[in-house]
């Protein structure tokens, strides 16, 4: 059951939601909350429309599909774009933000793990996450429910925030180092996009 902030949707006393209606509000609520970044200089008008029209949406979907289907929610437009909290917007960043590192460099594809250089935690965190991809796939196929994919992408998306934050990626303290660090980006940028994928979400190259 999704409800609005000022209670249930009741035909009779007109507070039903036209669809149409709430998708143009979730895109100008978008369009306006990206400006205020002010990240977007190098965009011309056409990806900007691309990039309201997806960060709109994917906030709709999310925020719905981030509840158990069993339970009661209630939307709010403006709470559902929020670049730094349980939103799609904030997986879509995560997944820009990754790619936006691999743009400057892929990893070697000969890499392999030193055995002599042991896993920092957020590196052992972010891997053991990625590991539990499958599982959460299954888990949402065998419950019905989609919001075990949604809470995944976004418990990956936070961590990867965090490791990235914490830890130098291009300039890491060695070759290894760096060639790891590049695999997570690029490995999470994968998982994100076809997590949401999975759930009609797209995620774009840039934010």
Request: hydrophobic share 40%.
């Amino acid at each position: 059951m999704v409800e609005l902030p000022s209670g249930r949707m009741k035909t009779r006393e007109g507070t039903v939601v036209d669809a149409d209606d709430l998708i143009d509000e979730m895109i100008d609520v978008a369009a306006r909350k990206t400006k205020e970044l002010g990240k977007i200089k190098d965009f011309t008008e056409e990806e900007l429309e691309k990039l309201y029209q997806t960060i709109g949406l994917g906030a709709l979907k999310f925020f719905i599909l981030r509840v158990d289907p069993r339970k009661r929610m209630i939307f709010n437009p403006e709470e559902s774009i929020d670049f730094h909290g349980f939103t799609a917007s904030f997986v879509q960043y995560s997944h820009a933000r990754s790619k936006a590192i691999l743009r400057n460099e892929q990893p070697n594809a000969q890499f392999s793990l030193a055995e002599d250089e042991p896993l920092l935690p957020l590196e052992k965190e972010l891997m053991i996450l990625l590991e539990r991809y499958p599982a959460a796939i299954r888990q949402a196929a065998n419950e019905y429910n989609p919001s075990a994919i949604v809470n995944y992408t976004y418990e990956l998306s936070r961590t990867f925030n965090s490791f990235v934050t914490e830890h130098r990626v291009l300039k890491a303290e060695t070759e290894n180092k760096k060639q790891l660090r590049l695999r997570l980006c690029q490995m999470t940028a994968n998982v994100i996009a076809s997590g949401m994928s999975l759930v009609g979400i797209e995620v774009p190259e840039r934010m």
